[in-house]
């Protein structure tokens, strides 16, 4: 973990995918492949026990005075009453928010962090957590040991975790999960492009809407995920 002055350092990814000094690139890589393999190894050895759980996405710029914060501080606590984990990003925000409901509800509270110029180290509710260097092992993680989301309003970290979860499910990479988007003056008008414009062009299909789901109402949202996992055979936590 790296905070204030230590953590402005150049990221692990950027350099992994910046191919600029080639005679660099021959003579890191290799290496680099046993420090991703060491992510790798450290995640499914952390939450192989980890039962059944929820990833909850949502803004790391959420305001704690805010509506959407309560939101996400709701969910955590719904989600880990019904005897469930819950996992975010660990971050700030929307995360913190969830960490928390489901920390003071007694529940399982897991973050998953990434090393972020402006994001460091986990937020104080993260009673499980592990601190990721590169997103496609952190990515690898959440769609793992996850039996459904709740994506709250968020950015573009959000978009590419929600998008990421679709994409999945759409191709039977995984088996199918829910997907659930909290705030419908927020995600409407996504929907709505992807209803009027990308189903129109013929890149997705009409049906491929369907794999995501829309509500204001955060119990409907937590029952829906909840309800998915217990049917698919994940029994509550004792």
């Not at 928010?97 to 110029?117: D, F, H, Q, T, Y």
């Not at 994506?151 to 995984?174: H, I, M, N, S």
Request: charged share 20%; with cysteine; proline share 4%.
């Amino acid at each position: 973990m790296l905070r204030r002055e230590q953590a402005n350092i150049p990221q692990s990814d950027r350099y992994l995918l910046d191919s600029r000094n080639n005679e660099d690139f021959t003579h890191t890589d290799p290496w680099r492949v046993l420090r991703i393999q060491s992510e790798f190894v450290e995640g499914f050895g952390t939450l192989a026990g980890l039962g059944p759980a929820i990833s909850v996405f949502g803004s790391a710029r959420t305001k704690r005075d805010s509506a959407r914060y309560t939101q996400a501080e709701d969910i955590g606590r719904m989600i880990a009453e019904a005897g469930i984990a819950v996992i975010t990003g660990g971050g700030p925000g929307a995360m913190e928010a969830a960490n928390k409901g489901a920390c003071e509800a007694g529940g399982v509270s897991v973050g998953l962090g990434i090393e972020l110029p402006f994001e460091t180290g986990l937020n104080k509710w993260v009673d499980l957590g592990i601190n990721f260097r590169y997103f496609f092992a952190r990515k690898t993680m959440f769609v793992k040991y996850s039996q459904g989301f709740i994506v709250l309003p968020g950015g573009y970290g959000t978009l590419d975790e929600l998008f990421e979860a679709v994409t999945l499910v759409q191709t039977e990479k995984v088996t199918g999960f829910p997907i659930v988007l909290v705030g419908i003056d927020y995600w409407g008008p996504l929907l709505e492009w992807l209803r009027n414009t990308v189903v129109e062009e013929g890149a997705i299909s009409p049906s491929d809407l369907d794999l995501i789901q829309l509500t204001d109402d955060i119990d409907e949202a937590v029952r829906i995920v909840v309800d998915s996992a217990h049917s698919n055979g994940f029994a509550a936590a004792d």
